[in-house]
């Protein structure tokens, strides 16, 4: 879900039910920079309860979100035949990439349980 630039935002992935969660902002705060971001439509369209994590979240109370660059608009590919790998953007997928492992990393690294879900 990250092959293609999130349009006007190169480099950047959004985090599908941003708002369930901290998680954002401590993987921004380990990367040095705000490489992950909320996407408005996200709710209108209902995209992370429409993903086959959700259930993680409802069962078992667990933050279980998407990283995404897909925007509706900037990859004609989207679950078509087509979806090649000769169509993505590797070079900003890479960017992504690198810097989510960053992120993860030191989560993962922690001493302390850092993700937590908001309270609705």
């Known amino acids: ?13 959004y985090l599908s039910g941003f708002e369930k969660s ?4 401590i993987l921004n705060q380990y990367i040095g920079n705000d490489t992950i971001t909320n996407f408005e439509q996200d709710q209108l369209y209902g995209l992370f309860r429409l993903s086959d ?12 979100h998407t ?4 925007d509706f608009s ?21 960017i992504i990439v690198r810097n989510i492992a960053v992120g993860i990393s030191k989560i993962a690294n922690s001493d302390s349980k850092e ?3 908001m309270k609705n």
């Open 22 to 25: 901290n998680m954002a902002k």
């Open 67 to 70: 990283f995404c660059t897909f």
């Open 115 to 117: 993700i937590v879900l």
């Open 74 to 94: 900037n990859y004609k590919y989207y679950h078509k035949v087509n979806d090649e790998i000769k169509n993505l953007d590797i070079e900003n997928t890479a």
């Open 1 to 13: 879900m990250i092959g293609s630039v999130l349009t006007d935002k190169p480099g950047k992935v």
């Open 53 to 64: 994590n959700y259930p993680l979240y409802e069962k078992l109370n667990i933050p279980a």
